[in-house]
């Protein structure tokens, strides 16, 4: 059996449900104020900190820099959404942390991401695929540096009972990404040093787990799991730490990507969690592979929505 090129492994098309313009994903209209407009009103307050701390040197102006990139991309695409439906307004206020600095920004990071994901599961689907993002590009930038976070761990997934069928789908397309994961991890445990050991058992550890809870969904459905590859194309040679460390960012990004899909693609609730948490793990995972590799951005904005 040949090896699954990169077009067909490490960039899944999880997303292609995200791809239905928006309009015709609702039909009616509400008269409630829009939830997402506090959100976007508190990215923008958030991306206006730190502008402000951004305007100095050395490092920690280069975080807040990262931070502002990531909050005012968060606050533009949800007042896009706003903006789109129209809804009656209402007054917003965002949250004002009392520190001051990076203490600050790390407050107003875990203020939001919270807001997000408390708002993923009972939104409608075309709309909590970006809430969703908006939470991992939080979650992502806590990650940077202890001074930012490093924020809450969303734990291991716990599979559901019952999948809904036009989940199955996308639940296979999740496990192809968990399979090139655990393969990955596998890969590049000999390119790396000896102080990444704990780091790769333990990504790989929570690819595995994640492997299994799909497994055991999709047995639950009827449907028969997609198998692993033997062997799996990455984007570049894998030849040494840094080129390995990248492919690894890779395939946190695809797997957050998959989960992403899984998302926008069911309105059952157990699995939204179950897809939330897949995505936040690996939007956290990913960046500090990132960084490691030295890529810039570390930390991504919108993961799953510009897949």
Not at 114 to 143: D, I, S
Not at 246 to 253: I, L, Q, R
Request: charged share 20%; glycine share 8%; with cysteine.
């Amino acid at each position: 059996m040949t090896p699954r090129t990169r077009r067909d492994l490490l960039r899944l098309s999880a997303l292609a449900a995200l791809a239905v313009p928006l309009a015709a994903c609702r039909t009616g209209y509400s008269d409630e104020p829009d939830p997402l407009a506090s959100l976007a009103e508190q990215a923008r307050a958030d991306a206006a900190a730190a502008n402000a701390l951004a305007s100095g040197a050395g490092a920690e102006a280069s975080l807040a820099k990262q931070v502002a990139t990531v909050r005012d991309a968060h606050a533009r695409a949800l007042q896009a959404e706003v903006d789109r439906l129209n809804r009656p307004k209402a007054a917003v206020h965002a949250e004002t942390p009392g520190g001051s600095g990076l203490a600050g920004l790390k407050e107003r990071l875990a203020t939001a991401r919270g807001q997000a994901e408390a708002l993923v599961v009972p939104m409608e689907r075309y709309r909590a695929g970006l809430v969703a993002a908006v939470a991992a590009g939080c979650a992502g930038l806590q990650q940077l540096d202890d001074r930012l976070g490093p924020g809450a761990d969303p734990g291991t997934v716990s599979p559901v009972g019952s999948v809904p069928e036009e989940s199955v789908d996308p639940l296979q397309k999740a496990l192809d990404a968990e399979h090139a994961a655990v393969w990955v991890y596998g890969l590049v445990s000999a390119f790396l040093p000896a102080n990444y050991n704990a780091g790769v058992a333990e990504g790989a550890g929570e690819h595995q787990d994640r492997r299994d809870a799909c497994v055991r969904m999709l047995d639950a459905a009827g449907a028969t799991p997609h198998g692993p590859e033997p062997a799996y194309i990455t984007p570049k040679p894998v030849t040494d730490a840094t080129s390995a460390k990248s492919v690894v960012a890779t395939a946190e990004a695809d797997a957050a990507n998959a989960w992403a899909g899984v998302l926008a693609r069911t309105d059952d609730q157990g699995l939204r969690k179950v897809a939330l948490t897949a995505l936040l793990g690996s939007a956290r995972r990913g960046t500090r592979w990132r960084q490691a590799a030295g890529e810039n951005p570390a930390a991504l904005a919108l993961i799953g929505l510009n897949a």
